[in-house]
């Protein structure tokens, strides 16, 4: 659904969709009974202000009835952020994409506690790009390769590629060189097939019983000795990872379901006490390349990620 307000400062307005019926006279009484324990003043400013508005634009007041609009959209107020220590680099820009490298910690889109501290939100702003939109997403630990639609008269001829799966996706991780112990050994490649299911509830997603739907191909790139941080003596390796599906924490979790899980991952295949972000340690997951044939040039086309994985090359 169309939104009658514009974005601003990179953020999209917020849509709100009120109940057909309840113990509220007006849009504002509902609103104060979920939100006026917040902010009460805020929301009479905003009516006042004629900020809050229905569908085609039209400004609501005070008294309007509650049955009178559906949807309203308003802008909220948007919390202070510290800037996250990290940089997107643009790989490619024209009239139709843009394709950066989206850095580890930085979330895709907004959302909870990042808003600002979101690539799109700082991209729209930073190349003054309002209808900017991520073609697809990357978990906000996992760096790379990240492809955004600049017009949203050619966005459609992109979406239809992601949703007919004629998109190939390279992602690289750097985990243990053999299982961890109670795993049998593996021979790469291996393809993982299994059904995945993820709630909004609950942090992690889970394998259960049931026809596959994810699906990933794991090869062995090289090994090597670890970090300093471990004292060198643990062996490593890096993996090519081909999701052929998009399931969320998809290679995360075929990695740990081999005994292979992922250098700094604090989910899988523990879930860690949540902890600040610490910078020095990222998931060792980079989505490295994207390829297919363009919409537009009917060209095959293929961006690669400029950034590397820390521990792929201990010091």
């Not at 974005?7 to 009120?18: E, F, K, M, S």
């Not at 905003?46 to 569908?55: K, L, N, Q």
């Not at 300093?228 to 998809?250: C, F, I, M, N, V």
Request: with cysteine.
């Amino acid at each position: 659904m169309q939104s009658p307000l514009p974005v601003r400062d990179g953020v999209n307005a917020t849509r709100l969709r009120l109940p057909d019926e309840g113990p509220w006279d007006t849009a504002m009484d509902y609103m104060m009974h979920r939100w006026g324990h917040i902010d009460p003043q805020g929301i009479e400013d905003r009516f006042d202000a004629g900020e809050i508005v229905g569908e085609g634009g039209a400004p609501l007041d005070r008294g309007t009835p509650l049955e009178e609009h559906t949807f309203i959209w308003y802008y909220r107020t948007l919390p202070p952020e510290i800037r996250m220590p990290v940089e997107i680099n643009i790989l490619h820009q024209d009239e139709h994409l843009l394709v950066v490298d989206k850095p580890h910690f930085l979330p895709t889109t907004p959302g909870g506690t990042y808003i600002q501290e979101s690539a799109l939100v700082r991209l729209r702003n930073h190349l003054d790009l309002p209808d900017l939109i991520p073609m697809h997403r990357l978990d906000r630990m996992t760096a790379g390769v990240l492809l955004l639609s600049t017009n949203p008269e050619t966005r459609g001829k992109y979406q239809v590629l992601f949703e007919k799966r004629q998109v190939q996706k390279e992602y690289e991780c750097v985990s243990a060189a053999a299982p961890a112990a109670g795993f049998p050994a593996v021979e790469l490649p291996a393809v993982v097939r299994n059904r995945m299911t993820k709630s909004r509830s609950y942090l992690l997603a889970e394998v259960i019983d049931g026809e596959p739907n994810a699906e990933t191909r794991i090869e062995l790139l090289r090994t090597f000795d670890g970090g300093a941080h471990d004292g060198g003596s643990a062996r490593r390796a890096l993996y090519r990872l081909e999701p052929h599906t998009g399931k969320t924490h998809q290679l995360r979790v075929h990695m740990a379901s081999l005994g292979l899980g992922i250098v700094n991952d604090a989910f899988y295949p523990e879930l860690l006490d949540k902890a600040p972000d610490d910078y020095s340690k990222p998931l060792q997951l980079l989505a490295r390349g994207i390829r297919f044939v363009d919409p537009i040039s009917k060209q095959a086309v293929e961006y690669r990620s400029e950034l590397e994985l820390s521990e792929a090359h201990p010091a």
